[in-house]
């Protein structure tokens, strides 16, 4: 079956002066539309593991995806700021997991980045609100 997907579609830019030229180089499709509909994000926060004798709290948004087909969000946050550092959490969620009454959410994991003195890292997990456009 096929599904009508509008998006803005980028591609490398060309190499900078004195770079080799690489042939082999990505494209990133940003969603507008999928199947009519927009694509969907999701919301999310918690609180790190306790490491180096304290925890970050987080919060953020996932990247869209489309609604309707099995589907994972990429995410990005920055932790809040404790004993003068932050750390940067990012990966992707798991598959959609569905809700009784309809909808669903995503379950998330992680290492945070390395910071801090002394230099650590935090673990995370948690899931996701439910979708919203």
Excluded: C
Excluded at 51 to 72: C, F, K, L, M, N
Excluded at 91 to 97: E, F
């Amino acid at each position: 079956m096929k599904q009508p997907v509008i998006g803005i579609l980028y591609h490398a830019d060309p190499p900078t002066s004195g770079e080799p030229r690489n042939e082999d180089h990505t494209h990133e499709l940003y969603l507008i539309e999928w199947d009519g509909r927009p694509p969907h994000v999701h919301d999310f926060a918690g609180i790190t593991s306790f490491d180096a004798g304290h925890r970050h709290r987080y919060a953020g948004t996932t990247g869209p995806a489309p609604s309707g087909v099995p589907h994972t969000h990429d995410y990005y946050t920055v932790t809040t700021l404790n004993q003068g550092h932050t750390h940067v959490l990012q990966g992707r969620t798991g598959p959609a997991v569905p809700l009784p009454g309809g909808g669903h959410y995503h379950l998330f994991a992680g290492v945070s980045t390395v910071n801090g003195r002394p230099p650590h890292t935090h673990h995370y997990r948690g899931r996701t609100g439910h979708a919203h456009p």
